[in-house]
């Protein structure tokens, strides 16, 4: 059973269209890259998929009602926004926000759900920490956390590595990684198509105003493909250290 | 929670402090005896139909406008954001004035606060037409400037093209904002309004937090964000323009009070929004004692005050933040 289904999505903005005939079905277990250049739409369609657009086709996700949407699915902006100094523990409490109901407190449940998420991504020594104190890549380790404990099936993320250093980049890729591997479903959108490469197990490309391609990465990311969406040359290979990718010139 | 402790006792004994200062030299006891018992006489008279009233409605519009404050910089996650912003304190005055300009208040004891509330309502339906039920947190505050650009201008024109320099006056003393002489029928008058307000901004703590992560990642998490918005705008309106109706305007609380409690309550918006609430109440009851014990003979403004505490209050905060690392 698919975890999420979108059949023939447009979404305009204005008199411009982003993207149109957009399909396709998420399983658990799958940790999926969407990719495509600047403009392509990669957030425009994660919106609409969860509802927080306004779209026309259809996505399982948007079809359900607020509340159960919530449980569904977890969403990782890209703005990666914390406004207040908070302790860590209570932002990645917030996570819980959906699974509490009005005017009620926390239960056990809902602590121990946090204190995984926590340990999960190793925030021990950060708990009693002010949030907005944290480096670029702490925070973002702390968003990861904040969105595990709404212990949702799928979890999608915009650009979640964008601004963080190598280390912090492949890490959080093998975290996403390993969470797939435990069934849950993971969306990430990228420009790092090295990254996707590697830890992807699919790639969703979007370029021009269409889906230009869905599968692995290796049946994919072709010469031509890459050349048509993205106008650059690349090398793109299995080697012994496993799959290499590397842009290398503007075509177009 | 100790804090809340503190907060209750601090409001409850200048609640007490408030009752028992004025004019009438009277023991305390004998204030209190006069204000239970009642005996009808001249000290039951000034107990309940002078001093009850005001320290009503100090409690009243200080919890007001810390509570509101504390919801309005929840939502526009902005720390100097403050309840006038919406355009409601600056409509309810220019109602007020109006009604003083054309003789209205003079005409019956009601006709300034009404004349204000309605303003009040004119403002916010301005406001929810150009803000809308879509749009962002940045149209509310654009739409809330405009409102009070438009309501000061012509709150000047009418101080401008005012034949009767009496009235000039009259409008300026009410615009620096008072608690003194008002009577039960104020408390009657603002009461229902606050009621509602504060219904609608009570429930906006779960909403406020999670809008900690940003607009999009609180409607992912089950947040209806215009209803938010609504209660926010209506809550504030609320309880904003019927405090500005009896008492005039009243600046810095909201802005203030949720700032200094914000580290004691670990910055969470939902806490914040009780101990503002309390905190609100505790610095106009102060703010209101202060103004009888400091020059009794000038009537000094309530709100001249609030404001004289309130910048030299603000500006040590601005240089404490620079001083903290990022």
Same mark, same amino acid.
């Given at each position: 059973?698919?975890?999420?289904?979108?059949?023939?999505?447009?979404?305009?903005?204005?008199?411009?269209?982003?993207?149109?005939?957009?399909?396709?079905? *998420?399983?658990?277990?799958? /940790?999926?890259?969407?990719?495509?250049?600047?403009?392509?739409?990669?957030?425009?369609?994660?919106?609409?998929?969860?509802?927080?657009?306004?779209?026309?086709?259809?996505?399982?996700?948007?079809?359900?009602?607020?509340?159960?949407?919530?449980?569904?699915?977890?969403?990782?902006? %890209?703005?990666?926004?914390?406004?207040?100094?908070?302790?860590?523990?209570?932002?990645?409490?917030?996570?819980?926000?959906?699974?509490?109901?009005?005017?009620?407190?926390?239960?056990?449940?809902?602590?121990?759900?946090?204190?995984?998420?926590?340990?999960?991504?190793?925030?021990?020594?950060?708990?009693?920490?002010?949030?907005?104190?944290?480096?670029?890549?702490?925070?973002?380790?702390?968003?990861?956390?904040?969105?595990?404990?709404?212990?949702?099936?799928?979890?999608?993320?915009?650009?979640?590595?964008?601004?963080?250093? $190598?280390?912090? !980049?492949?890490?959080?890729?093998?975290?996403?990684?390993?969470?797939? %591997?435990?069934?849950?479903?993971?969306?990430?959108?990228?420009?790092?198509?090295?990254?996707?490469?590697?830890?992807?197990?699919?790639?969703?490309?979007?370029? %021009?105003?269409?889906?230009?391609?869905?599968?692995?990465?290796?049946?994919?990311?072709?010469?031509?493909?890459?050349?048509?969406?993205?106008?650059?040359?690349?090398?793109?290979?299995?080697?012994?250290?496993?799959?290499?990718?590397?842009? /290398?010139?503007?075509?177009? | 929670?100790?804090?809340?402790?503190?907060?209750?006792?601090?409001?409850?004994?200048?609640?007490?402090?408030? #009752?028992?200062?004025?004019?009438?030299?009277?023991?305390? =006891?004998?204030?209190?005896?006069?204000?239970?018992?009642?005996?009808?006489?001249?000290?039951?008279?000034?107990?309940?139909?002078?001093?009850?009233?005001?320290?009503?409605?100090?409690?009243?519009?200080?919890?007001?406008?810390?509570?509101?404050?504390?919801?309005? %910089?929840?939502?526009?996650?902005?720390?100097?954001?403050?309840?006038?912003?919406? =355009?409601?304190?600056?409509?309810?005055?220019?109602?007020?004035?109006?009604?003083? !300009?054309?003789?209205?208040?003079?005409?019956?004891?009601?006709?300034? $606060?009404?004349?204000?509330?309605?303003?009040? #309502?004119?403002?916010?339906?301005?406001?929810?037409?150009?803000?809308?039920?879509?749009?962002?947190?940045?149209?509310?505050?654009?739409?809330?400037?405009?409102?009070?650009?438009?309501?000061?201008? /012509?709150?000047?024109?009418?101080?401008?093209?005012?034949?009767?320099?009496?009235?000039?006056?009259?409008?300026?003393?009410?615009?620096?904002?008072?608690?003194?002489?008002?009577?039960?029928? +104020?408390?009657? #008058?603002? #009461?229902?309004?606050?009621?509602?307000?504060?219904?609608?901004?009570?429930?906006?703590?779960?909403?406020?937090?999670?809008?900690?992560?940003?607009?999009?990642?609180?409607?992912?998490?089950?947040?209806?964000?215009?209803?938010?918005?609504?209660?926010?705008?209506?809550?504030?309106?609320?309880?904003?323009?019927? =405090?500005?109706?009896?008492?005039?305007?009243?600046?810095?609380?909201?802005?203030?009070?949720? +700032?200094?409690?914000?580290?004691?309550?670990?910055?969470?918006?939902?806490?914040?929004?009780?101990?503002?609430?309390?905190?609100?109440?505790?610095?106009?009851?102060?703010?209101?004692?202060?103004?009888?014990?400091?020059?009794?003979?000038?009537?000094?403004?309530?709100?001249?005050?609030?404001?004289? *505490?309130?910048?030299?209050?603000?500006?040590?905060?601005?240089?404490?933040?620079?001083?903290?690392?990022?």
């Amino acid at each position: 059973m698919s975890v999420l289904t979108v059949e023939n999505m447009k979404v305009s903005r204005g008199p411009c269209e982003v993207f149109r005939n957009v399909g396709f079905k *998420l399983y658990a277990g799958e /940790l999926v890259g969407l990719v495509g250049p600047n403009g392509a739409g990669k957030t425009t369609l994660m919106r609409a998929c969860l509802g927080l657009l306004k779209s026309k086709g259809y996505s399982s996700l948007a079809a359900l009602p607020e509340s159960e949407r919530a449980k569904t699915a977890a969403w990782m902006p %890209q703005s990666r926004e914390i406004a207040w100094p908070v302790t860590v523990e209570t932002l990645v409490g917030l996570g819980r926000t959906p699974h509490i109901p009005l005017g009620q407190k926390m239960t056990p449940a809902d602590r121990i759900l946090i204190d995984r998420a926590i340990d999960y991504m190793e925030l021990q020594t950060f708990r009693r920490r002010s949030a907005t104190r944290l480096s670029g890549g702490e925070q973002a380790r702390v968003l990861i956390a904040r969105a595990l404990a709404q212990d949702t099936p799928l979890l999608l993320a915009d650009e979640p590595i964008a601004g963080l250093d $190598p280390a912090h !980049q492949i890490s959080t890729m093998k975290i996403f990684s390993r969470l797939a %591997q435990e069934g849950r479903t993971i969306v990430v959108s990228l420009h790092d198509l090295g990254l996707a490469a590697r830890h992807c197990t699919r790639l969703i490309m979007l370029g %021009q105003g269409r889906l230009a391609a869905d599968g692995s990465p290796s049946d994919i990311l072709t010469a031509e493909r890459i050349a048509q969406v993205f106008g650059i040359s690349a090398f793109f290979e299995k080697t012994s250290k496993g799959p290499v990718f590397q842009a /290398l010139e503007v075509t177009s | 929670m100790r804090l809340t402790a503190v907060l209750i006792m601090g409001t409850i004994t200048l609640f007490v402090t408030s #009752l028992l200062i004025g004019p009438a030299a009277v023991g305390p =006891g004998e204030s209190i005896a006069a204000l239970v018992g009642g005996d009808a006489g001249a000290l039951t008279l000034v107990m309940r139909e002078i001093r009850l009233p005001r320290a009503l409605l100090a409690l009243m519009i200080g919890a007001s406008l810390g509570l509101a404050g504390a919801a309005m %910089q929840g939502y526009l996650r902005n720390p100097l954001a403050e309840p006038g912003l919406i =355009g409601v304190s600056g409509s309810a005055a220019l109602g007020a004035v109006l009604a003083i !300009q054309t003789g209205l208040a003079a005409s019956f004891v009601l006709g300034l $606060p009404l004349a204000a509330l309605i303003s009040a #309502l004119a403002g916010v339906a301005l406001l929810l037409l150009l803000a809308g039920p879509h749009g962002s947190s940045l149209t509310l505050i654009l739409a809330g400037i405009a409102i009070s650009a438009l309501a000061a201008a /012509l709150t000047s024109l009418v101080l401008n093209l005012s034949p009767n320099p009496f009235a000039a006056n009259e409008i300026v003393f009410w615009l620096m904002g008072s608690l003194a002489d008002r009577s039960m029928t +104020h408390v009657w #008058l603002a #009461l229902p309004f606050m009621l509602v307000g504060l219904f609608c901004l009570a429930g906006l703590g779960r909403g406020l937090d999670a809008l900690t992560l940003g607009e999009d990642a609180a409607a992912a998490m089950g947040i209806r964000l215009m209803h938010i918005r609504y209660l926010l705008i209506f809550g504030t309106a609320a309880v904003v323009g019927a =405090g500005t109706a009896v008492a005039g305007a009243i600046g810095f609380v909201g802005l203030v009070v949720p +700032h200094i409690l914000r580290p004691l309550v670990g910055a969470r918006p939902s806490l914040l929004l009780w101990a503002s609430a309390l905190g609100g109440a505790i610095m106009l009851l102060a703010a209101d004692i202060a103004v009888r014990v400091i020059l009794p003979s000038k009537d000094l403004k309530l709100g001249v005050l609030t404001a004289l *505490l309130g910048a030299p209050l603000f500006l040590h905060l601005i240089v404490k933040t620079r001083r903290e690392p990022e």
